[in-house]
């Protein structure tokens, strides 16, 4: 098999409409993708009957429209190409209009109040700039049209609207910055992201002797195996056969599908593995990660196998995120974010750095925001992950001429890029970086493009990228805004340079952001902690965020706050499913195991008592003693929560439901795992009932 032969086969590329497309109907095409618009319904016609004839080729039978909507992963509904039957027989059809425009059910999806469940009405869109494909499934070969999803009223009630809406916000305002410098050429900036997934594997059968990885995605229960990630044997380390043999099978599928899938190895944790793909634009590369993440766990189901995609399945080991390596470039190919050899004098890059340095620093809390879900509630500021304090990582490079520029006005050089030499004759000298790397920073500057690290691993990657999009666009606008009036450019620009750049200089922290020390600092900088997914979610409304995003068309007031109540109300509906699934597994589960046990040990002292009066018993004693005071306490607890459960039928505001569950039911539910995990420590393992750390992370 040839990678090049297999690559971008089940995709309805830019190559194989040139090689099908009458050349009127590829010009129309080539003209909206590269410089905007809508194609005409003519056509249309023509583009969905060659793109039907393509895929029935390839043996598809049905289409469907391809959507993102508010859950975090994606929908279809599939209709076959069959038309009407006229004397037993039919044809295959595909029409402009039907390749266009979809009508879903908008009611059924979560739309925080924008759509009763009455007004069903709802409209799927084509998205031209993302190419179709074809998704092989146990269900058959469907044609999949990426599209956007809206309301009967116009609200945008998916994740991909408002990120094609910020890509055009930053490609308006990056453009008028390239024109400063004298840059006629280009037509459009692009933002590019290119993601990494990180991810568990476990055996099949032992991930269903689990309820709580069956209905949560993380164990809600565990004592931490003997071994786990001390030896630091499973980064990089060998792939174990098993593991291996899926990602050969994941690496085909996702090639097919154009996913330039390139990185595979095993992380840190035992059991975790990341994948990482080349960059693309940014709609096409969201679109990439969503079916990413579904080709993972239809892969791996085929292997007796489960993907774990949440963000923290094993408590004490690292969680699993996803870094965001975002660019911007232009059309006729400057990446925006290339320093270039003397940074210093690269006055542009300066300009779109000071500009970043601005955007991040004041929108932190909205960067925050789009990190936060269920799951990266377990995860940030621990292990691997980043905290919840977002800061900039610029490196000794950049941190020097920001330095330079805070204090002199302007950058005399710049630190080069140095040799590294092992002193072995027959190895070769090694060009570095000007910079090391620093993964304990949310977002880091590593060479040409920014990582935003924070991004949970089940999470979409489109929310993080509209935010990006939007406050950079804001931050190149006021740039621009005042560039633009100048009377003297060269001085009006050093000046704006220096001056984001002092104002703003806040943002940089070079340090160790899993330190106590940075809480500390980042509190006395006046950087925003917003702690969890609860605190973070109301930043959505607050009226200069809901400005901004007004400003670029990204959002209306009514979106953002539909949005506020989805995360609440998805906040509340996780944590009362973990909830619930804690009381089941303690009722059902460990509760009768630890009396069994309780149970065994009392008749080992009567049974040994009965034969030698005089025999030591104490540790059997002991055992019981210990164990029926855990016991106790995981009873009193497993009460204690499933109250604070049923307390949520008399709550209705969204806020104060999320809020009941992040400050009386998760300490609950943390108080009954420390009570059960210290007893899966003495408990008979021929009693546990269920599989433990060292056999669902060592055992693949």
């Known amino acids: 098999m040839k990678i090049t032969d297999v690559f971008g086969s089940n995709v309805f590329s830019e190559s194989v409409m040139r090689q099908r497309l009458p050349d009127d109907a590829y010009r129309e095409v080539r003209h909206v993708l590269e410089n905007g618009g809508r194609i005409s319904l003519k056509t249309a016609d023509v583009v969905a009957k060659t793109m039907m004839d393509w895929a029935v080729e390839k043996g598809a039978t049905h289409y469907t429209h391809w959507f993102q909507p508010l859950t975090g992963i994606t929908a279809e509904k599939h209709d076959s190409f069959l038309t009407y039957p006229r004397e037993g027989k039919t ?99 692009t933002p590019s992201v290119g993601p990494e997934q990180e991810y568990f594997i476990v055996d099949k059968e032992r991930y269903l002797m689990r309820r709580d990885l069956i209905y949560t995605g993380r164990t809600l229960f565990g004592a931490p195996a003997p071994k786990g990630q001390e030896l630091e044997d499973q980064y990089f380390g060998v792939i174990r056969e098993r593991i291996g043999g899926f990602m050969r099978d994941l690496n085909l599928e996702l090639w097919k599908l154009g996913i330039p899938a390139t990185t595979q190895h095993n992380e840190v944790a035992p059991a975790q593995h990341e994948l990482a793909s080349i960059y693309t634009t940014c709609n096409v590369a969201v679109d990439q990660n969503q079916l990413t993440m579904e080709t993972m766990k239809r892969v791996a189901t085929k292997h007796g196998l489960v993907c774990l995609l949440h963000e923290k399945p094993f408590a004490g080991v ?18 925006l974010l290339d320093p270039g050899e003397t940074p210093n004098e690269n006055l542009q890059f300066l300009l779109v750095l000071s500009c970043i340095m601005q955007a991040v620093d004041d929108h932190a809390d909205l960067l ?43 950058a005399a050089a710049s630190i080069a890029a140095g040799w590294l030499d092992a002193g072995v004759s027959t190895l070769p000298v090694i060009m570095k970086d000007a910079t090391d790397r620093n993964r304990t920073s949310p977002f880091a500057f590593t060479g040409n493009k920014f990582e935003f690290r924070a991004v949970g691993s089940s999470d979409s990657i489109a929310g993080i990228n509209t935010v990006l999009n939007t406050i950079v666009a804001d931050a190149f606008a006021k740039a621009a805004d005042e560039l633009e009036q100048a009377a003297d450019f ?40 917003l702690h969890n997914m609860v605190d973070a979610i109301p930043v959505l409304n607050r009226e200069e965020n809901v400005a901004l995003f007004e400003k670029y068309k990204i959002f ?23 909830a619930r699934t804690m009381v089941h597994m303690a009722g059902k589960h460990y509760v009768p195991s630890v009396v069994r046990f309780i149970t065994r040990m009392s008749d080992s002292v009567n049974k040994t008592l009965s034969a030698s009066p005089e025999a030591d018993v104490s540790v059997q004693r002991d ?23 049923e307390r949520l039928n008399d709550l209705d505001a969204p806020d104060v439901m999320a809020q009941h569950c992040q400050n009386a039911i998760v300490p609950h539910m943390k108080a009954l795992r420390r009570a059960v995990d210290a007893l899966e420590l003495i408990v008979d393992k021929d009693l546990w009932p269920v599989p433990t750390y060292g056999d669902l992370m060592f055992e693949v």
């Open 318 to 335: 690292n969680g699993s995120g996803k870094h965001n390596n975002w660019s911007i470039s232009t059309d006729t190919g400057e990446n």
């Open 368 to 410: 925050r925001n789009a990190a936060a879900n269920v799951g990266n509630d377990e995860r940030l500021g621990a292990d691997e992950a980043p905290p919840a304090i977002i800061s900039i990582f610029l490196g000794s490079q950049l941190d020097d001429l920001v330095d330079q520029i805070c204090t002199h006005g302007s």
């Open 556 to 578: 209306t007031r009514s979106e953002l706050e539909s949005r506020t109540e989805v995360l609440y109300e998805t906040f509340t509906k996780m944590k009362s499913i973990e």
């Open 91 to 189: 044809i295959l059809r595909l029409t402009g209009r039907q390749l266009i425009m979809g009508e879903p059910d908008a009611s059924s999806f979560p739309t925080g109040g924008l759509r009763a469940t009455h007004y069903a009405r709802g409209y799927t869109a084509w998205d031209i700039t993302s190419p179709a494909f074809i998704k092989e499934m146990s269900a058959g070969k469907i044609l999949c049209i990426p599209t956007i999803f809206v309301s009967y009223t116009g609200e945008s009630l998916d994740n991909k609207t408002p990120l094609l809406h910020s890509m055009e916000a930053i490609s308006e305002q990056a453009l008028r910055i390239v024109r400063l410098f004298g840059n006629t050429a280009a037509r459009k900036v």
């Open 623 to 645: 055992l019981i003693q210990r164990c029926s005071a855990l016991l106790s306490e995981a009873y009193r607890e497993e009460n204690a929560l499933n109250a604070e459960v």
């Open 490 to 529: 060269q001085t009006a620009l050093n000046d704006l340079i220096a001056r984001n750049m002092r104002s703003h200089k806040r943002i940089i922290f070079n340090g160790d952001g899993y330190s106590h020390e940075w809480v500390t600092e980042a509190a006395r900088r006046g950087l925003p902690n």
